[in-house]
């Protein structure tokens, strides 16, 4: 069993998410990623105001990948988790998971790495102590 909670938020397939056959497009899953983690850094007080104001730092993605394990279809609610993976010294790993709600059939899983930055010369920086403390609950820490 895992030792850290994710973060889980709700989100319905709309119109603009499917394909002809009225299955999830793949790109669109990018942007259920996203909310997961927006809201993820705003349930812990870091709202992207807040962290690029005062801790000075934009956190971009440099890699992300994601395996598709089953269709999702137009109207399906689905659960977006997201939980840290790891932190490095300039760098930190978020893992999503995506699940129609109330069912645990996986139907899509992604990992992306953000790297810390400073806001005004993009130079790679130390992840601030503050963003790994209020992560803390949400970090893996064994299976």
């Not at 760098?91 to 899509?108: G, P």
């Not at 790297?115 to 403390?133: N, Q, S």
Request: aromatic share 14%.
């Amino acid at each position: 069993m895992l030792n850290h909670k994710t973060y889980t938020i709700e989100e319905r397939v709309r119109w603009g998410d499917v394909d002809a056959a009225g299955i999830i497009f793949y790109g669109a899953y990018i942007h259920f990623f996203e909310y997961a983690e927006t809201e993820l850094f705003r349930s812990v007080g870091l709202p992207y105001s807040v962290m690029f104001d005062e801790l000075d730092v934009w956190l971009p993605r440099v890699h992300l990948d994601c395996d598709f394990h089953h269709a999702a279809r137009l109207d399906d609610l689905l659960e977006v988790s997201v939980y840290v993976a790891s932190f490095g010294n300039q760098s930190m790993h978020l893992n999503f998971e995506v699940r129609r709600k109330d069912e645990e059939l996986l139907i899509a899983r992604a990992h992306f790495v953000l790297a810390a930055v400073r806001r005004d010369t993009f130079e790679t920086v130390r992840i601030p102590e503050e963003l790994r403390k209020r992560l803390a609950p949400f970090v893996k820490t064994g299976e």
